[in-house]
């Protein structure tokens, strides 16, 4: 018993240890081992910047339940980021907006990403998708992130929003220098580049915006821009700028988790040569081994909230106090044991499988419609068409706490 004691002391103390603000290098490449760690050590973690990092699935469960908590970080925003367009941006979308805001700039955009839509968009997928696999076939050899799995995604999204597709590498570019900032600590130099890619992002979009609402009559259902600047015309509250702000967040969403879901859900699969075969073989319907890929992998790892009341913890680990600015860890909670049988193990035919990865609550994700449709397609191809692909080198996993991707991937077909 007093062995027991000994090794649970340091556990804690070990997790206690931990920072999520500079983690150590080989967390980029499996985080789980260290959420493993927080979970019975450390589940809710007092972090050095005076937020809370809460690992356990009833812990973050019991969070999003609690309907006053917000999301709006303005002040928390300004100290890390400064005056500036990047701190306009992140406190301007729904995606760090209360209610009433978040309501309505989210109506106005949810008919694109219903049910309707999307089914009307599945075609256009598989023409995407077709299409792509005959380039990197001719490639033979090529970065499955790059060359395939970013393609799909911001060719969907781009359509969805009304711009080319073919400026799809420069809205990654610019939009990831927008993203990274969210981390929970990064360099000046970063959120320098961050203020600059936002503006340079909102000129880039300026000129299609300008041209939909020069035009006498706005079809709201062609576009995301479309569907705003209707909406503006017709006297809804939203501003010129959050339309704006509105297109980068749904671009940035709308590609970065679908693409790092393609691609980790491929290269893990090559690792699983049993679970690549129930999916060959049809063993493990797809929607079903989908939401198992979906839990394993979570692309968006951490979310936040902050709470207007004291919450009293579901896992009988204290309570949070009113005013606390809480880190959710959706991807350790994906992995709790106390939820998941051997949840580090990827099982195709996980039943039932109630992961977080798409969040909760008013602020669950918009696009998960469109990644459910998309990825399955996508991955049923690639194990279909491109069955002798193998790995050319070296795969790296992209250096952010807040998502999980994977910076490259090169493969070739032997």
Same mark, same amino acid.
């Given at each position: 018993?007093?062995?027991?004691?000994?090794?649970?002391?340091?556990?804690?103390?070990?997790?206690?240890?931990?920072?999520?603000?500079?983690?150590?290098?080989?967390?980029?490449?499996?985080?789980?081992?260290?959420?493993?760690?927080?979970?019975?050590?450390?589940?809710?973690?007092?972090?050095?910047?005076?937020?809370?990092?809460?690992?356990?699935?009833?812990?973050?469960?019991?969070?999003?339940?609690?309907?006053?908590?917000?999301?709006?970080?303005?002040?928390?925003?300004?100290?890390?980021?400064?005056?500036?367009?990047?701190?306009?941006?992140?406190?301007?979308?729904?995606?760090?907006?209360?209610?009433?805001?978040?309501?309505?700039?989210?109506?106005?955009?949810?008919?694109?990403?219903?049910?309707?839509?999307?089914?009307?968009?599945?075609?256009?997928?598989?023409?995407?998708?077709?299409?792509?696999?005959?380039?990197?076939?001719?490639?033979?050899?090529?970065?499955?992130?790059?060359?395939?799995? @970013?393609?799909? =995604?911001?060719? +969907?999204?781009? %359509?969805?929003?009304?711009?080319? $597709? &073919?400026? /799809?590498?420069?809205?990654?570019?610019?939009?990831?220098?927008?993203?990274?900032?969210?981390?929970?600590?990064?360099?000046?130099?970063?959120?320098?580049?961050?203020?600059?890619?936002?503006?340079?992002?909102?000129?880039?979009?300026?000129?299609?915006?300008?041209?939909?609402?020069?035009?006498?009559?706005?079809?709201?259902?062609?576009?995301?821009?479309?569907?705003?600047?209707?909406?503006?015309?017709?006297?809804?509250?939203?501003?010129?700028?959050?339309?704006?702000?509105?297109?980068?967040?749904?671009?940035?969403?709308?590609?970065?988790?679908?693409?790092?879901?393609?691609?980790?859900?491929?290269?893990?699969?090559?690792?699983?040569?049993?679970?690549?075969?129930?999916?060959?073989?049809?063993?493990?319907?797809?929607?079903?081994?989908?939401?198992?890929?979906?839990? @394993?992998?979570? =692309?968006?790892? +951490?979310?936040? %909230?902050?709470?207007?009341?004291? $919450? &009293?913890? /579901?896992?009988?680990?204290?309570?949070?106090?009113?005013?606390?600015?809480?880190?959710?860890?959706?991807?350790?909670?994906?992995?709790?044991?106390?939820?998941?049988?051997?949840?580090?193990?990827?099982?195709?035919?996980?039943?039932?499988?109630?992961?977080?990865?798409?969040?909760?609550?008013?602020?669950?994700?918009?696009?998960?419609?469109?990644?459910?449709?998309?990825?399955?397609?996508?991955?049923?191809?690639?194990?279909?068409?491109?069955?002798?692909?193998?790995?050319?080198?070296?795969?790296?996993?992209?250096?952010?706490?807040?998502?999980?991707?994977?910076?490259?991937?090169?493969?070739?077909?032997?």
């Amino acid at each position: 018993m007093t062995g027991d004691t000994k090794i649970d002391q340091r556990i804690v103390e070990k997790a206690r240890a931990f920072n999520l603000l500079s983690p150590p290098d080989d967390y980029f490449d499996d985080p789980s081992k260290y959420f493993r760690l927080l979970r019975d050590g450390d589940p809710v973690h007092q972090q050095e910047d005076g937020t809370v990092l809460l690992t356990r699935y009833d812990d973050v469960r019991q969070v999003w339940r609690d309907l006053s908590g917000l999301v709006y970080k303005g002040e928390y925003f300004e100290k890390k980021f400064g005056k500036g367009p990047l701190l306009e941006h992140h406190t301007s979308t729904m995606l760090f907006r209360d209610n009433p805001d978040h309501d309505r700039l989210r109506d106005i955009v949810n008919p694109f990403f219903s049910q309707t839509s999307i089914k009307s968009l599945t075609d256009f997928t598989q023409d995407v998708i077709d299409r792509e696999i005959k380039k990197v076939k001719q490639m033979g050899e090529f970065d499955f992130v790059r060359d395939f799995a @970013f393609r799909i =995604p911001v060719a +969907l999204i781009c %359509r969805v929003i009304g711009v080319p $597709v &073919e400026d /799809a590498d420069y809205i990654q570019g610019v939009g990831r220098k927008v993203l990274f900032p969210l981390n929970p600590q990064v360099p000046a130099e970063a959120i320098k580049q961050g203020h600059e890619a936002v503006t340079e992002f909102m000129g880039y979009l300026r000129p299609f915006l300008d041209e939909v609402k020069a035009r006498a009559t706005i079809d709201p259902a062609e576009s995301i821009l479309c569907a705003m600047a209707a909406a503006q015309r017709e006297g809804v509250e939203v501003s010129d700028a959050e339309i704006l702000h509105m297109c980068i967040v749904t671009l940035n969403g709308g590609h970065e988790t679908t693409t790092n879901l393609i691609s980790q859900a491929v290269h893990f699969l090559m690792d699983d040569p049993e679970s690549k075969q129930q999916l060959r073989e049809g063993a493990v319907p797809l929607p079903t081994a989908l939401e198992e890929l979906i839990r @394993f992998i979570t =692309p968006l790892q +951490l979310q936040g %909230r902050r709470t207007v009341n004291d $919450v &009293e913890l /579901a896992s009988g680990n204290g309570t949070i106090p009113a005013g606390t600015e809480v880190v959710l860890a959706q991807a350790s909670a994906n992995r709790d044991e106390r939820i998941f049988e051997n949840p580090d193990k990827l099982d195709l035919a996980r039943r039932p499988n109630n992961h977080v990865a798409f969040g909760a609550g008013i602020h669950v994700c918009l696009g998960r419609p469109l990644a459910r449709m998309e990825a399955p397609i996508a991955i049923a191809a690639v194990l279909k068409e491109l069955p002798t692909m193998v790995r050319n080198g070296e795969t790296r996993f992209q250096r952010s706490t807040r998502f999980r991707g994977l910076e490259q991937f090169p493969v070739r077909l032997a």
